[in-house]
């Protein structure tokens, strides 16, 4: 069964830097496509980025392109998230989720089993 768990989030203030992580347990992650997403108060599900297994390529939603980015350490079975500049639009809870494929964008993104999440509150 797919475990994965996500930690690294708290509070920061506008501007600042959040890197959230995403570990995987009872399967290795080297060929499964990793996206993360994200949920917010009274707001729709939405995608964030994604990295592909065995070649790492990634895919951002436009929002973030730029702010975020992902990578990975298979041999770690870890999948990161790097954000930068965060702003107050951008607290939520992240998730990190196995996908079929990155595809071309956060459309096609395909969530399949996902963690607990970990808040990420940006306020001053």
């Known amino acids: 069964q797919v475990e994965l768990v996500e930690s690294g989030g708290g509070l920061v203030q506008p501007g600042g830097s959040l890197r959230l992580s995403c570990e995987a347990s009872?399967?290795?992650?080297?060929?499964?496509?990793i996206a993360w997403f994200r949920r917010a108060p009274g707001k729709e599900r939405e995608g964030v980025s994604c990295?592909?297994?065995?070649?790492?390529?990634?895919v951002y939603a436009e929002s973030m392109e730029g702010r975020f980015t992902t990578s990975r350490v298979n041999r770690k079975n870890m999948v990161y998230l790097q954000m930068n500049n965060l702003k107050p639009e951008d607290t939520a809870v992240y998730h990190c989720?196995?996908?079929?494929?990155?595809?071309?964008?956060?459309?096609?993104?395909?969530?399949?089993?996902w963690g607990q999440g970990t808040q990420v509150t940006v306020s001053s």
């Open positions: 989720a196995t996908v079929v494929s990155c595809g071309s964008g956060s459309d096609s993104w395909n969530f399949l089993a």
């Open positions: 009872r399967f290795a992650l080297d060929y499964y496509a």
């Open positions: 990295i592909s297994g065995p070649d790492a390529r990634t």
